[in-house]
């Protein structure tokens, strides 16, 4: 079992460093970045972050790999035919409920 004064200071310790990872940009860059190629990384930042957390969610979340693979045309089809977000989660949820309900059958 974990004693108390380390796991406070376990946390002291996590919280200092998500703190400093937050505040050193904002103190080190206060004039408006002018290079174009560090604007232009820095503007794909959160998407590469976003899909980097996403897709390995997508394939390990589920029983089957077809049931992700087909989850996940349902998506990129339904957001290339610019359905709203909710419609995207939904299309690509019911599809993977059915291919499980489907598999879980043929298996």
Same mark, same amino acid.
């Given at each position: 079992m974990i004693r108390t004064d380390v796991f406070f200071l376990y946390l002291l310790v996590m919280a200092g460093v !998500?703190? $400093?990872?937050?505040? $050193?940009?904002?103190?080190?860059?206060?004039?408006? +970045?002018?290079?174009?190629?560090?604007?232009?990384?820095?503007?794909?930042?959160?998407?590469?972050?976003?899909?980097?957390? !996403? +897709?390995?969610? +997508?394939?390990?979340s589920t029983g089957y790999l077809i049931s992700a693979l087909l989850g996940l045309?349902?998506?990129? +089809? $339904?957001?290339?035919?610019?359905?709203? $977000?909710? !419609?995207?989660a939904i299309g690509a949820c019911c599809t993977v409920f059915i291919v499980e309900c489907v598999m879980k059958f043929l298996v």
């Open positions: !998500t703190y $400093l990872i937050r505040a $050193l940009p904002l103190v080190l860059c206060r004039e408006k +970045i002018e290079n174009r190629f560090i604007r232009s990384f820095l503007y794909y930042i959160p998407y590469a972050v976003l899909s980097a957390m !996403t +897709i390995p969610a +997508i394939f390990y045309a349902v998506a990129v +089809i $339904l957001s290339f035919m610019e359905k709203k $977000l909710l !419609t995207v």
